[in-house]
């Protein structure tokens, strides 16, 4: 196999061999994205979705083409084959190249704009369409976000994905009618939720006592601390929170976002603690500031009595965050950003507006001081979010990439219920 200069390989690619490929049924998946350990959102989602897939059907043979960020590297498992330089336009041209001539049947891309392309004197320099006119395998690309009003740039960026992409995902309903009525994209997308683990929500007492937070009413936030999550508007609700219901404690679990860790440090978070002192809140908020594994983070949901985004970007077309909530069976309070306003539809959870501190006291005392409200969004919100577990998710990726490849005459199947468990999660756990 040539290797070319602008890919780092990690090994060999296996040998091409597709004629074997279509006659032994084993189906090999290029993945293209960020990877773990990389601490990044798309890195996890990958890993998860990887792990869903192989267990679909353990003969499926992931590979993967890992983006790292600039002026970093990582100890990537075995999986990754090659690494591609995010900035740099060779690179994404040549990791194409690279899985032209290996055994990769179908490519997987992950795509958010920050990973395939840069802003210039505000410009983007795009980097996905070079890297698919490249690309001869078919190409079932994910988009991550979806622009309710995009410049006509990025539209066209958009647009040209789509061309060149065998098949597009998108998570939501809202990004597969903007994608027709705002992109001009003619060609159906399709509808596969971000996937989550199975859980069972139970538990909530005795996770408190291994918490140490016996006695104590919990709301949370987790994910990857910066200011567009809004998380100061929380803060300064919990005084009003508090004085109701002495008891509450507002947990914002998660490290600080690498690339704002880099650029400002904890600045951020150090102005959050200075809300939290002078509003003399010490006593009701809390920071977890970890980089958390799955099962940990699952047990914090699992603790928690309100889970809330504040977040503050209304074009927010997914959350990983928000779906996990969802399948944990969470009373749920949300700004109105995309996601949140279809997955909280028809009474699924509470919706406030952006930057509204009152509003979001409205909606947390709403649900602590009703219980029959609270269970009611609770059994919603898991009747809901279950059909996003991770096993399902894998199903009917492996079922389009089996239609698209022609191994079989099927179509993406209907989203089935998980199956409980003596756990409060059955799911591919791995340590991102």
Known sequence: MAIHPEVLPLGLALPSEPALAAQNGVIRIAFVASAVPRRCGIATFTADLMAAVKAADPAVRCIAAAIDEPNATHAYGPEVRWRIRQGDKASYRGAARAINESSADVVNLQHEFGLYGVWR???YDDHCVPMLEELKKPVITTLHTVLPKPEAQIREVVRRIAERSSAIVVMAETAARLLGEVYGIERPSIVIPHGMPAIVPRGRRRLK?????????IISTFGLVDP??????MIAAMPQIAARHPNTLYLIVGQTHPELLRKDGERYRNELVAKIESSGMAEHVRFVNQYLRQREIVDY???????????LDLNQITSGTLAYALGAGKA????????????LADGRGLLVDVRDADG???AVLAILDDPALKAELERRAYEYGKEMAWPNVGRRVLALTRELLGHAEVVVPA???PVDEPEDIEAPVHSA
């Open 121 to 123: 004197d505000g410009a």
């Open 209 to 217: 006592r291994q918490l140490g937070m016996d006695h104590r009413t």
């Open 228 to 233: 567009r999550k809004g998380l100061e508007y």
């Open 301 to 311: 949901l699992l603790a928690t009595d309100v889970y809330v985004t504040p977040y």
């Open 332 to 343: 749920i309070v949300s700004t109105r950003y995309l996601h949140a306003a279809e997955a």
């Open 360 to 362: 979001l006291v409205r």
């Open 415 to 417: 989203q089935a219920s």
